[in-house]
């Protein structure tokens, strides 16, 4: 967000954003300040060759000038300044690679920004780290239900306006008020309370321009940038680690959801008849979110909402929602009390929304209503929500239901119960029992590890792999369902690259290109991870070796192929970095990528892997220069 208000606009919680006609709903309050930010991180780096880049070696000879030179056995530890992107457009950071592991915020001023109101204010910073998860062993395990890892204590500070004794910068410690990134390790918003006098935070400037981004002196900015400057924050963490790859770091920033504050409504009287039905204003109805009020005897008693009936008596003040319906139903008389003759019903509060429109993406959140003076825009796509289950799809899941009666215990329950993981978009599940993720070793008793498949990966869509919020979900869901004495993992799948060469002869009438095509196709499916792709219509199974003659049949099948000259199967081995050429052999957790595919007609003259030359010639070709003539 932002404002040209010099004391900012205050955005309460509730606040309706909107994007096209889809409603949200802002989850904490926000002052939209005048300012911006930049984030940098001081990432590590080779000196520069003092023949290649001479100016740049030289500005490093003059720093160290600056310092006074380096002691007896100290050395330089060389560093450019990188800048954490405001879109996808660029990678992320990795403060990984940093010399220090700090977080720079530089917090510029914008139109009609104003230190001195700045205050005592509350201001908040959007964190986003990097979505991608690595591999498996960058997992932790799930915390349980209901629990919540505190994550590492991070330190925010803001830089003095005026200097230390020695000339150096010394930071002030600001409070934290509210942190929903679990100490910068996921996406949410940190809130921070600046210091109370304007004096005490600003920017100290530096005796000598050379010495900036030295020690404790904040990076160097262009000069019109740095004119814009307001003041510093940096965080860091108390244990030394560092906040892996980050995406996003924004200012005046707050999470949304695709929900609706209900106003109080009156569902109508009471008859005293069994199974009344009352329709509420609005749908979907979140669950758990209604209230339902009934007026007995002039007094307004609060009545519950239950998932049935079947454990209600005749006095029980029980309802039903119909969350897709948006009814109230209530019971019979023998099974749950009824409203009876003359009664107002009325529903004091209720939440209404979710679904995949709620899915938008980046930058499509454009409006605040409430407070038309305020720009809003959300950098990253939202995520999350899905549509109502289809009926034959919730029909077919009853057997199960029944089966497991909502606790996962066997390897088809973590399965099945994962692909059920609301609004979480699951593609395909996959359980190993008893395999530890961070040492991939198996018979390790106690343990469970479920591997997740996006339903859709517009990256990646070879190799599709689930972000931290998909495996985040699935984790909670799956938490309130395992025994307590479980180790649960939710792990994202391991790739092996896998390379494909295939020679074939085309039957007489039928196009070379379009059946070449059609055994790339046949092939690459045949090796997808995703249903209905794969051997089964289910993806390739977990640990199953490539194998060329498997390949050969499926390949086979293509109308037009008359039979196949060759067919070559390559994986890649990491300790050697090459192509071993054979059956490929892959580990109980792992399924193959293809990387590389291609089909030629007749045999093949090269491997899998290799790229296809054209056909040699008996001379050399030598160039000749043209001359043009210039007037």
Known sequence: MTSDATAGTLVPQSSEAK????SFQTRTEVRAWPVSVIALARIRTAPPDPDAEPESHEYILRTLD???GLEAGESADYYSNQQVPTDDSTPPVDFGATVDGMLWVAVLAEKNADKAKLADGLMNIGFFPDAVVPSMGDVDPCPGAGLQTTGPAVEWQVSPATPAGDGLPKYLAVRVEGDSTRGLSQEG?????LPRQTAEFGVVAASDPDLLGTGDRPPALDEETEAKVLFWLRAFRHDGSHFGRVRHVAVNATEVYQRRLASP?????GNAQPGQEFSLNHGPVLAGSLRVEVEESGVWSTWTEVDGFHASGPEDRHFV????????RFGNGLRGRTPQIGQRVRALEYRYGGGSAGKVAAVAITKLPGHPSVKITNRIAAYGGADTEALETALDRIPGELRR???AVTADDFRELALATPGANVGRAECLPRFHPPTRTGERPGIVSVVIWPAEDKIHPGAPSPERNLLRSVCEWLDQRRLVTTELYVIPPTYRKVAVAVGLQVKNGYGIEAVRNWVELVIRQYLAPLPPDGPEGKGWPLGRRVHGPELEAAALQVEGVEYLEELKVAGWDESVAAWIQGTVELEDYEVPELTEMAVVEGPLGFAPGDAISPPP?????VPIAVLREVC
């Open 19 to 22: 994007a096209g006609a889809v």
């Open 66 to 68: 600056a310092l006074g």
């Open 189 to 193: 918003v940190v809130r921070i309370r």
């Open 265 to 269: 409504q009156v569902l109508g009287t």
């Open 321 to 328: 929602v119909d969350s897709e319906a948006a009814r109230v």
């Open 405 to 407: 009666r909502d606790r």
């Open 617 to 621: 010639t008996p001379t050399v070709p």
